[in-house]
């Protein structure tokens, strides 16, 4: 029998075994379906490593995007096994120096030189150096930057999301919407049935309004968000004179309508309606506006003709004088010279009199003395 050399057996051994190990640094990078036939890992980002990673591979890095598919381990002696993989740390961008450490530009002999610090500004350890537009770079956050989100160019959806949190685009402080929902203030919302975001965010539907396929409904009439349904009418209650501030509130023929109040004729003069004076003793006004130093006055002005008449006035003594031309309601018109008296007549309810020539009006009405 031929006796084997143990010594060139031995050589031929370990020089398999060399040639088998310097094969594992064709392992492929993230993003890079073809096996690089150097020393040195590419930095490619058309998608994912697990998309293309064969199933006697694995994915190791700082994420799914920048992530190299490698051997598993155990590993030679010139990678380190990183999470199940063994990794390159001299040159791999993906694990450059230590596992799971990412380099945006190249990585020799365990150090990162990124595009950005070429450039005289070199990224803080939070930072990731991405190329914003054709040859320019910039240190960015890709933890809360929602034009790179996770990743340089990941930019979220503006319809979804509003933010970008720890690297996840988000909708305020919650996950990015999904379902066809819009993120509207930091929640998401469904545009189409949404009477408060109808359409659109922000768009509130006005009183009585359905939000039907992103549309303000009145019956089946479509209303602009600053109208009010008031029946199947669409009405807008800042000026609409037949329903002026609230449905079914009727300014009357020939008045107007002007931010929900009535207006008197064509002059645009909004009347108080009913209303009471501050009772503040010594200081208090009638409804008028002149000193009566208690207050408290019951008032009535409304609209008589193109101009708001005060046809009624009666004061804490039970008694007042209201506008002669109006006295009580529009067009009573007292005799010239004399005055419109509301009173209590000593008893009931005020009633309104036109005074006779030359007296005045006082708690028991009209008489020689008002006792004012």
């Not at 143990?6 to 310097?22: I, M, N």
């Not at 799971?100 to 950005?116: F, H, R």
Request: glycine share 14%; aromatic share 4%.
């Amino acid at each position: 029998m031929r006796k084997i050399n143990l010594s060139l057996f031995l050589t031929v051994v370990l020089a398999s075994a060399l040639f088998s190990c310097a094969s594992s640094k064709t392992d492929n990078n993230n993003n890079n379906a073809t096996n690089n036939t150097n020393n040195n890992n590419t930095n490619n980002p058309s998608g994912l490593c697990s998309s293309y990673c064969p199933a006697d591979k694995v994915c190791v890095g700082s994420t799914p995007e920048h992530s190299t598919c490698v051997s598993p381990c155990p590993c030679p002696a010139d990678r380190m096994c990183y999470n199940g993989g063994c990794v390159d740390l001299f040159t791999d961008e993906n694990n450059c120096g230590a596992g799971g450490v990412y380099c945006s530009g190249t990585c020799t002999n365990g150090q990162c030189s990124d595009a950005c610090a070429a450039t005289g500004t070199a990224c803080l350890s939070t930072q990731t150096c991405c190329e914003i537009s054709t040859n320019y770079y910039s240190c960015v956050n890709t933890s809360g930057d929602v034009n790179n989100c996770g990743d340089c160019g990941e930019i979220c959806d503006s319809t979804a999301a509003n933010a970008c949190v720890n690297g996840q685009c988000a909708c305020g402080t919650n996950a990015a919407c999904t379902g066809g929902k819009s993120c509207c203030s930091n929640s998401c919302k469904d545009l189409l049935n949404d009477p408060y975001n109808c359409g659109t965010c922000g768009r509130a539907c006005g009183i009585g309004l359905a939000c039907i396929n992103g549309q303000c409904m009145c019956g089946s009439e479509a209303c602009d968000a600053s109208e009010s349904c008031c029946g199947n009418y669409c009405a807008d209650l800042n000026n609409d004179s037949t329903n002026c501030g609230e449905c079914g509130t009727n300014c009357g023929t020939g008045n107007g309508c002007s931010q929900g109040d009535c207006t008197c004729g064509t002059s645009g003069q909004v009347c108080q309606g009913s209303f009471t004076t501050p009772m503040e003793i010594g200081t208090g006004v009638d409804c008028f506006g002149n000193m009566n130093l208690i207050g408290g006055a019951t008032c009535v002005e409304e609209c008589c003709g193109n101009g708001c008449a005060m046809t009624l006035a009666v004061d804490m003594a039970g008694y007042g004088e209201a506008d002669p031309n109006n006295c009580g309601t529009c067009g009573e018109q007292c005799s010239s010279g004399t005055c419109c008296c509301w009173s209590l007549m000593g008893l009931g309810t005020p009633s309104c009199q036109c005074c006779p020539s030359g007296q005045t009006c006082g708690p028991d009405g009209c008489a020689a003395s008002s006792g004012k």
